[in-house]
């Protein structure tokens, strides 16, 4: 059951990420009341990979969203470093502050996170909380374009991605992508595989150089020329390179809007200057 609702034709939603521990929450508040004044249909946060029932971070930001009562926080929640007692924790500190909404994510392998044994992948994740809590938690999951780094073929990545449909995920949200063709070939063999639940595409505005490398190494998406030539033009110079990636995050929105998709998940990189820009010339076309 998915209990995000929306009155317009496309989903718009963004993600951000809460304060490193230890930094105020002052930052972050500005952030939120910034992006929520932009109505988006949700807004997610992330957690880390290796992140502990102790660390309340992205509860905290999760309860901003939730008593600004102007939007839907949804909580991201990875399982490969958590047990179930901790997963446990989690769900009831959500619940507390009437968080109902989660993306559910195995989270990176990587050296810094233990991996506890309880959970090996993301469908293990939904699968738990549908036996135990049912349809209290309204459940998304992540899917990837370019298939997920590990998997041996895309044919496999979207069998196993429809077992996180099966376990119960109403909704899905891609890694960002910036070639749409890449988009359109995984809708058409997700929809093959009877993966039948909205997918929202993921857009990641490069505004900035710094970005680049990180964005191609985690989300393995290829960058069309257009995009490179961008990059090789403007970016030695913030200000031309923020106007220029903004532009094309634009046109990226309104080609894949104009080809009926579901919604658009803006990595905002907590920055609402990018999703104020984009939002500005898109939110006309998301009514039809
Ligand atoms: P899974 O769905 O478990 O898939 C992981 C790999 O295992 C894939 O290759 C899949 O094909 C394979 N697989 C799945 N099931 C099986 C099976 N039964 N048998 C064999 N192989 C299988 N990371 C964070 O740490 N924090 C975040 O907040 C966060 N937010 C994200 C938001 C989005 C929208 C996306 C796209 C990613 C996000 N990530 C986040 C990154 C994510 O944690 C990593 O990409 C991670 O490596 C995979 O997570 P998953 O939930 O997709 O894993």
Redesign the pocket.
């Known amino acids: 059951m998915d209990t995000i609702v929306n009155n317009r034709k496309h989903y718009f939603s963004f993600e951000i990420f809460p304060p490193k521990q230890s930094t105020s929450f002052d930052n972050i508040k500005k952030v939120t009341d910034s992006l929520l004044d932009l109505s988006p249909d949700f807004i997610s946060v992330?957690?880390?990979?290796g992140g502990t029932a102790k660390d309340n971070r992205t509860v905290e930001v999760c309860r901003l969203i939730a008593e600004s009562g102007k939007s839907t926080p949804v909580a991201?929640l990875?399982c490969i470093g958590a047990t179930k007692s901790e997963i446990d924790e989690i769900l009831d500190k959500l619940t507390e502050i009437g968080v109902s909404d989660i993306?559910a994510?195995?989270?990176?392998r990587n050296p810094n996170v233990t991996h506890k044994g309880e959970f090996e992948?993301?469908?293990d994740l939904i699968y738990y909380i549908k036996s135990k809590m049912g349809d209290k938690f309204n459940i998304m999951?992540?899917?990837?374009p370019a298939g997920?780094n590990?998997?041996v073929s895309q044919k496999?990545?979207i069998i196993?991605l429809k077992?996180?449909v099966d376990a119960g995920a109403c909704r899905l949200?891609?890694?960002m992508f910036f070639d749409n063709e890449e988009f359109y070939r995984f809708r058409d063999l997700a929809d093959v595989a009877g993966i039948d639940v909205p997918i929202e595409a993921?857009i990641m505005p490069i505004t900035n150089t710094r970005q680049i490398e990180k964005v191609i190494s985690l989300s393995g998406a290829s960058m069309p020329a257009r995009l490179t030539r961008l990059i090789a033009k403007y970016g030695k110079n913030d200000n031309a390179m923020f106007d220029a990636g903004i532009s094309f995050a634009i046109q990226q929105i309104i080609e894949l809007l104009s080809n009926d998709i579901s919604g658009i998940h803006l990595y905002t990189m907590n920055n609402p200057e990018v999703a104020k820009s984009i939002y500005r010339m898109v939110k006309g076309l998301l009514e039809f």
């Open positions: 992330t957690y880390g990979a991201h990875t993306l994510l195995r989270g990176d992948y993301a469908s999951a992540a899917c990837y997920h590990e998997s496999q990545d196993n077992r996180k949200i891609t890694q993921g």
